[in-house]
């Protein structure tokens, strides 16, 4: 498996913002493991951090706009594109003001920036979602569709059909993820001239000129026209090419405009939150059907994720038999309800458990039909994660541990005489004060039988006296 990676060292870039127009500085700061991506909002008050989340997507009009809880990051695209293309897992991306810099219009400035940063390898394995059968998302309105299929590596595709003279059907393939820098960074987003007119005349381009845009003119310009657009760019003298692009611009590749719309595919589909093994196929893409598509994968890969069992072998010694297990935690039979721990670390556990018939609690539940309750269950969990909350204090055997919370409960399957329960506690967000906030599942006979989300405080037995 590969090891998740982060930048090695701050790096910051100013510019200014396509549609907003302001001046901005944007800062890459490493982040921890399983951090992910996500933006800072360093100019609000109390710095508000917006994940590049599919479910935050709110608007998708000119670039794919994120919300949450009020707080806005504008046209996110390009930056999700230059981290995935540089292999990157875990990044903070602090602004200044509520869009990143356009810079050139591609992604080439922020690869640049990352490789100026450097890049570190991290000491956790690099989850990956491994494309096992057909995905499909289609647009009816636009006719637009999006297909992942399985592949060694991940590849994209994008189609693309502009129904113009000027720029009519192109296409664009990234083979492997690692020819980003070479193949894709640079490639520009680009405009229609009618679609410029519109942005201009609403206000919505502010940030713009003829350095971070390629403008395809696909309709006669009138004197007055042209002497808006000299205006508005702050230019004495434009023409057209005879390629029917604004002057000022030369295009890097012929498909400059479909390579573009794969470098949106890929800061789109980065908000699916994992890492993808598969072949991307977009036909005629955009940030509308790019973001619906990254929310129905991240829902495909959450569910993959909750009835994945994990695999033991269930042979080997433990890392905690039952004596030691009694040493750290408070709980004595018959309410003890974990008898083994097999892995822990700084932010997850894993626990088995014995089913058998000598259980007390199968005396009444039920006569005849012995089968767990769902409650001892959760506590089977609770006590598991235990563990990982004490194993965070010199003194175990001087705390207690409480439940706080208990929510988004679900029982699955019966446990029943004879089962062995496996159970797996990851952290939710890091232990502060004595407080666990975890996802826990078990699973037994290898399927997921109950879940729930759990939290949890540890008390020195002292302060209840």
Do not use: W
Request: proline share 5%; net charge negative; charged share 25%.
């Amino acid at each position: 498996m590969a090891k998740q990676r982060t930048i090695a060292n701050e790096v910051t870039l100013t510019g200014v913002g396509l549609h907003t127009g302001e001046n901005v500085t944007m800062k890459f700061v490493p982040a921890a493991v399983n951090h992910g991506f996500a933006f800072k909002r360093v100019d609000l008050e109390g710095e508000p951090i917006i994940e590049a989340d599919a479910n935050f997507v709110v608007n998708t009009q000119r670039g794919t706009n994120l919300e949450k809880r009020g707080v806005k990051i504008q046209t996110s695209e390009h930056v999700l594109a230059a981290l995935v293309g540089m292999d990157i897992d875990n990044v903070l991306i602090e602004l200044d003001a509520p869009e990143p810099p356009i810079m050139d219009g591609s992604s080439k400035f922020f690869v640049e920036a990352i490789e100026k940063a450097g890049i570190v390898e991290q000491d956790a394995e690099r989850e990956e979602y491994v494309v096992k059968e057909v995905i499909t998302y289609k647009d009816e309105a636009s006719g637009s569709d999006i297909t992942l299929i399985p592949s060694e590596d991940y590849e994209i595709t994008t189609m693309v059909d502009f129904g113009t003279k000027v720029l009519g059907t192109q296409n664009a393939t990234l083979e492997n993820i690692s020819d980003f820098k070479k193949e894709i960074a640079d490639a520009r987003t680009f405009s229609f001239l009618h679609e410029l007119e519109m942005l201009l005349e609403n206000g919505l381009i502010k940030g713009g000129d003829l350095n971070n845009a390629i403008v395809y003119v696909d309709k006669e310009i009138s004197a007055s026209t042209m002497k808006r657009l000299e205006k508005a760019f702050n230019k004495k003298k434009l023409s057209v090419k005879p390629n029917g692009i604004l002057d000022n611009l030369t295009l890097h590749q012929p498909n400059e405009a479909a390579r573009h719309k794969l470098l949106d595919v890929i800061g789109d589909l980065a908000l699916a939150g994992t890492r993808i093994k598969g072949k991307v196929i977009a036909n005629k893409p955009g940030h509308y059907v790019n973001t619906q598509f990254a929310k129905k994968l991240s829902k495909i890969i959450k569910l993959e994720k909750r009835n994945k069992v994990p695999k033991f072998d269930l042979n080997l010694p433990p890392l905690m038999d039952i004596t030691q297990i009694m040493k750290m935690l408070p709980h004595r039979p018959p309410f003890l309800l974990v008898d083994k721990i097999m892995e822990l670390s700084d932010s997850h556990v894993v626990g088995i458990k014995n089913v058998t018939m000598n259980e007390p609690f199968f005396v009444g539940h039920f006569p005849g039909a012995p089968v767990m309750p769902g409650v001892l269950q959760v506590e089977a969990m609770a006590q598991t994660g235990g563990i990982l909350v004490l194993s965070t204090v010199p003194d175990p055997e001087n705390y207690l541990t409480f439940f706080m919370k208990i929510d988004n409960v679900k029982f699955k399957q019966q446990v029943v005489p004879g089962d062995t329960l496996i159970f797996k506690c990851d952290l939710i967000s890091p232990i502060r004060r004595g407080i666990c906030h975890m996802q826990a599942y078990a699973y037994a006979n290898d399927k997921l039988v109950s879940e729930a989300e759990l939290m949890a405080q540890i008390v020195k037995t002292k302060q209840l006296d």
